[in-house]
């Protein structure tokens, strides 16, 4: 199941949203989290430090919804301002690093619901912790998926465009890209975006029956 569709006030659980970058992490947070201010439950809503992208002092996402948040250097800081909360919600948990699943298990055992969205993959493809140990441990998943640049097709892969630094190079448009499996495994000979159909690996399937029509057509004449 990927979202509760009704929560139980004091029972506890975890919701972890995961996918590439672009693919609507933050919105589908913010939205969780907005419902649950209508609701009139105490929210409190967090963000490392280290993504000071657009705002210091709330979530945002690149369509350029907003929510405030308190930005934190690790995961005990979200423990330690999470007391009065009934609801939780944290954006690119993967750079908290690994102590945010006992935090997570604390808070939902304390009773509070907790909504975790991050990355689940590297710029490499490699899980990306500690998303996928909180995978294993949530109530609920959701994957989202965003568009590959190159194809149209669903992008499930962050691409990197420049050649540097190590794992974390916080950036957007200019350093990451949504990419399906295929355009991301093309690297560089990925067409780019204005010079594509638009149509999903709209060239390799198209191809595949023309050549056996010649092929055919080859054997009928040698007869
Ligand atoms: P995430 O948190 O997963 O990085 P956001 O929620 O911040 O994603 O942003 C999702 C929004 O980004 C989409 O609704 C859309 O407006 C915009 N967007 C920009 N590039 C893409 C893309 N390649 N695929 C899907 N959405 C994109
Ligand atoms: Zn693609």
Known sequence: MSEPSRTFPGTGSIEVIVGSMYSGKTEELIRRLRRAQIARQRVEIFKPGIDDRYARDAIVSHSELRIPSRSVENAADVLRHAHEAQVIGIDEGQFLGPDLVEVCEKLARMGKRVIVAGLDQDYLGRPFEPMPQLL????????????????????????????????????????????????????????????????????????????????????????
């Open 136 to 223: 294993a441990i949530a109530e609920y998943i959701t994957k989202t998926l965003a568009i590959c640049v190159v194809c149209g097709a669903p992008a499930n892969r962050t691409y990197r465009k420049v050649q540097r630094g190590g794992r974390v190079v916080v950036g957007g448009a200019e350093i990451y890209e949504a990419r399906c499996r295929r355009c991301y495994d093309l690297g560089r000979r990925a067409k780019p975006a204005a010079e594509s159909t638009g149509e999903p690996h709209a060239k390799p399937h198209a191809a595949r029956p023309r050549v056996r029509r010649t092929a055919a057509a080859r054997r009928r004449r040698v007869r």
